[in-house]
């Protein structure tokens, strides 16, 4: 019993030994150990523990975010998880929020708050003849990411004082998405206006295994004259001056 005892006790004292060492560990002397394995990821002017820690530069892919900083969980170690609270300030994309690894491809993202370039609605959109501009800020409440593909997802997103400009220039005033996990691998959402020049009907949209769909009828409320130039580039011009949108196509795995 006594040896038991003494082995116990000398274990108790490793994990302490173990525990102080790492809480202590320089980030930069951490980094330094695994960057070789993270072969997307590099981060530059690294300071701070392992635990409380920051970078001044992260690239993921070649690709420049910004500054980002984190404070993991020792505890969530014990059950294979990696938890942090994370920050992210970079020009065209800013986050903060909990974020939780438990395995290659799965992810769960709480009460993150984030922020990017209106431009990035470019790409989905497809209306080369506008430049968007503003910011749309999301508010994920919870996503979770299954095997790289986005197995539940709420939250809401907006387009705050939405602009074009380009070959027309308009103000749109605030667009908004609400979104929400509907059904098996589904989400689906609606987006509505706030009363501004640009008025939204029947704005919906869904994303799946099936593809992405959205469609909107869009107008110019009380005959804005600059909105009405705008949407001479937006959708399918209709007999009574309003345009509709459709988007077709194919979601993405996360990662993969």
Known sequence: MKLLFRLFVV?????LILGLVAAFLPASTALGLV??????????????????????????RERALGAFSWKLSPWALFSKRIDADITLDGPELKAEGFVSLSGPGSLQLRGMR????????????DVPALVFKGRVEFDLRELVVDQYFPAKVEGSALWRDAM?????????GDIRADFATQGVGTIAGTVTDSGGPLAIEGGTFSAGLQGVSAEATLRARDGDAAVQRALQYIGQPQEDG???LQIRGQL???GG
Do not use: F, H, K, P
């Open 164 to 172: 074009v400009a380009g070959s027309a220039d308009a103000r749109l």
């Open 35 to 60: 960057q070789d394995r993270m072969r997307d990821v590099r981060m530059e002017g690294v300071s701070g523990s392992v635990w409380n820690g920051r970078a001044d530069a992260l690239t993921v």
């Open 242 to 244: 309003s345009s509709r």
């Open 11 to 15: 274990g108790v004292v490793l994990v």
């Open 252 to 254: 993405s795995r996360v």
């Open 114 to 125: 984030a922020s990017v370039d209106a431009q990035r609605l470019q790409a989905v959109l």
